[in-house]
C-alpha cells in the first residue's frame, strides 16, 4: 500500500462544517474536492484514502450537505465540499451553499488546490463553469479530475476530454494536468494520492 504510506499518519473523519466560523484552525495545508452532485466525490475519497465509508457514498444526489473535513496524516486537511447543482434541492439551500461556497473559497487561507471533478460521461457543465471562475477570482489552483471513467470506451473518453481541455482553457487558475479515474476500478487513484502528498 503504496499510497497510504505517503500519508503518515492516520486518515480520520474532523467534522462537518455549515458556517465559515466552524472551520477547523487553519495549520495546515488543506484540499478540497468539489463538483456536480453525484459525480463521484465521496467514492473517490474513499478509494484516495483507502477507506471504504470514510466519506459517505449514496445513490441520493445532494446527500453531503456540509463541508467535511478530514484529517491525511497529521500534516493536511482533505475537504470534501457540498456537491453543487442538484436540481431537486430547495432555492434556499442552493443559496446557503453558495454562500458558504464562496466564503471557503475565498476566505480559506491554508486550502493548497481545489480538485474539480468532472464525470467523464458528461464533461464541463455550465455550473462546473462558474465554480471555476469562482476559483479564478479566488486565485486557487484547481486541478480537474475526471471520474467515472469505467463507464466509458476509449473513444468517447478521448472526445470528452477535449471538450474538458477546451474549457479549461479560459481558466488562468487551472493546472493543466488532468487526472483519469475510476474509483470502482482504482485506475488514477494513486496519481492522484502522489499528486495531493506531493502538494507544499
Ligand atoms: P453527493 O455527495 O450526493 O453530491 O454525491 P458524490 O459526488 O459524493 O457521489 P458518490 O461518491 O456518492 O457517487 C454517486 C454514484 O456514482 C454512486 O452510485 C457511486 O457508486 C457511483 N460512482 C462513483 N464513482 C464511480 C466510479 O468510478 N465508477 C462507477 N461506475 N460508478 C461510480
Ligand atoms: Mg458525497
New binding site residues.
Partial sequence: ERGRLMFAGPVDFVKGVVAMPGLPPADRLEVCFA?????????????LTGRKNL??????????QEINYFTLGESRYLV?L??YG?AEAPVSTVQKWQTLLKAYLQGRQTLRRAFV?IDSRHGVKSVDDEIMTLLDKSAVTFQVVM?????LSRPEREKNLDQVRAALAKHPAAYPEIVM?????GDGIATLRAIVAGLE
Fill in positions: 463538483g456536480r452532485s453525484n459525480v463521484g466525490k465521496s467514492s473517490l475519497i474513499n478509494a466519506a459517505r457514498a449514496s445513490n441520493t444526489p445532494g446527500r453531503t470534501d457540498p456537491g442538484f471533478l471520474t467515472k471513467m469505467d463507464k479515474t475510476s474509483s470502482e476500478k
